[in-house]
Nanobody, 111 residues
Framework: QVQLVESGGGLVQAGGSLRLSCVAS????????MAWYRQAPGNQRELVAR???????NYADSVKGRFTISKDNAKNAGYLQMNSLKPEDTAVYYC?????WGKGTLVTVSS
């Protein structure tokens, strides 16, 4: 069964850091491009960061300079390093590869 599993969410104070992980199981090919999205209560799901097969990245303006996306093809895994977290970063974070979505991991940033 092909699935994506996120981990690493939790409660952190403003200014703190978290590292989210996304592991793809059951996929024969290595992860090519992947993305992280987030959805806060009452809001639409939004793109946070994307990384292509060649390693090119792009970020939402709201996280530029604070978040870093990366991937490890050998481990079929992707990561989102989140620094200088703000209360407005509070959301459920989802990993996306092609048409696959994880179930999400909750990030809560307290002020």
């Amino acid at each position: 069964q092909v699935q994506l599993v996120e981990s690493g969410g939790g409660l952190v104070q403003a200014g703190g850091s978290l590292r989210l992980s996304c592991v793809a199981s059951g996929i024969i090919s290595s992860i090519t491009s992947m993305a992280w999205y987030r959805q806060a209560p009452g809001n639409q799901r939004e793109l946070v960061a994307r990384i292509t097969s060649g390693g090119s990245t792009n970020y939402a303006d709201s996280v530029k300079g604070r978040f870093t996306i990366s991937k490890d093809n050998a481990k079929n895994a992707g990561y989102l390093q989140m620094n200088s977290l703000k209360p407005e970063d509070t959301a459920v974070y989802y990993c996306n590869v092609a048409v696959l979505w994880g179930k999400g991991t909750l990030v809560t940033v307290s002020s």
